[in-house]
């Protein structure tokens, strides 16, 4: 009798290399995963507090254009810088804003008439808030300025594990109405 030698299939060998590899490359392919994943959700969460931050300083600048009598640390003017800022808002209340809590966890601070609320969420972390205030003397005092204020903001954006990401930003903002 004459045997038939045809090759069909695979050998037992052949099946556990294939099984092999095909095992170490899904295991290098889901490790990458794993890691952008979590460099997606980091970027989010630090875009989330940058937005954050953004908004906050966004509503502060435009109170401070439609409001009045501004006051920097205790007394009108303040070129050098001063941590607290207030003045009237259109609807004649007093605001007031400076830097809450404690550190490292420190915030942007509201206060409206004598309610006292954060005005930044909780990733984001302040290290520095200064306000630059010229121009609050008026015509009386030779002041022919348009009261300004320069709002300079440095800190952190925490992003669950890993350091942190630093940012500086500045802001500014005139009065609109005119103090002549």
Not at 56 to 65: H, S, Y
Request: proline share 3%.
């Amino acid at each position: 009798m004459r045997k038939l030698i045809h090759s069909r299939g695979y050998t037992l060998v052949e099946l556990i290399v294939a099984v092999g590899l095909f095992a170490l490359i899904m295991t290098l392919v889901s490790g990458a995963y794993l890691i952008m994943i979590s460099t997606n959700q980091r970027a989010q969460a630090i875009s989330t507090g940058i937005d954050d931050l953004s908004f906050a300083l966004e509503i502060m600048t435009r109170e401070i254009r439609t409001g009045t009598s501004y006051n920097c640390g205790g007394g009108g003017d303040c070129p050098n810088g001063g941590n607290s800022f207030s003045f009237t808002n259109e609807n004649n209340e007093p605001i007031a804003y400076n830097l809450g809590g404690f550190a490292p966890n420190q915030y942007i601070q509201r206060t409206k008439n004598t309610i006292t609320k954060s005005f930044t969420g909780p990733s984001v972390n302040i290290s520095l808030l200064m306000f630059y205030v010229t121009g609050t003397a008026g015509t009386l005092a030779d002041d022919y300025d348009q009261p300004h204020v320069t709002i300079v903001v440095k800190g952190t954006v925490s992003a669950g594990h890993g350091t942190p990401e630093s940012f500086s930003v500045e802001a500014a903002a005139t009065m609109r109405e005119t103090d002549i």
